[in-house]
């Protein structure tokens, strides 16, 4: 079992999302710090590489979000379907219904 640098203390599995990517790392069970291994960080960078940023528009007292032209085709979407939205501890995803 890995020990925290900071104070010895024992690591333990955690993680939770940052900027809409999942992450996984080790957090000190006595003084809180958390911190990730090579393989978690490159994991991390791998999964932040593939979240698509996009720009919210007004569209009335809603907002619309336009969803690239790449994950149109990759799912196989059509204007007029519907789609779920998934609410989430830190946010919500859009899922094809
Ligand atoms: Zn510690």
Same mark, same amino acid.
């Given at each position: ?9 024992? %690591? ?9 990517? $999942? =992450? =996984?790392? %080790? ?9 990730? $291994? ?5 994991? =991390? ?17 809603? %907002? ?10 990759? =799912? ?9 939205? %998934? ?11």
């Amino acid at each position: 079992m890995k020990k925290c640098p900071g104070c010895g203390g024992r %690591l333990a599995q955690a993680g939770g999302m940052r900027k809409g990517v $999942t =992450y =996984y790392s %080790l957090r000190c069970e006595k003084c809180g710090e958390e911190i990730m $291994t090579l393989d978690q960080a490159a994991s =991390y960078l791998d999964e932040a590489q593939k979240a698509k940023l996009v720009k919210l528009s007004k569209w009335g007292e809603s %907002l619309a979000v336009r969803i690239p032209a790449e994950a149109v085709r990759k =799912y196989g979407l059509n204007a007029k379907e519907k789609a779920r939205i %998934l609410f989430e501890k830190d946010g919500f995803k859009i899922v094809p219904a």
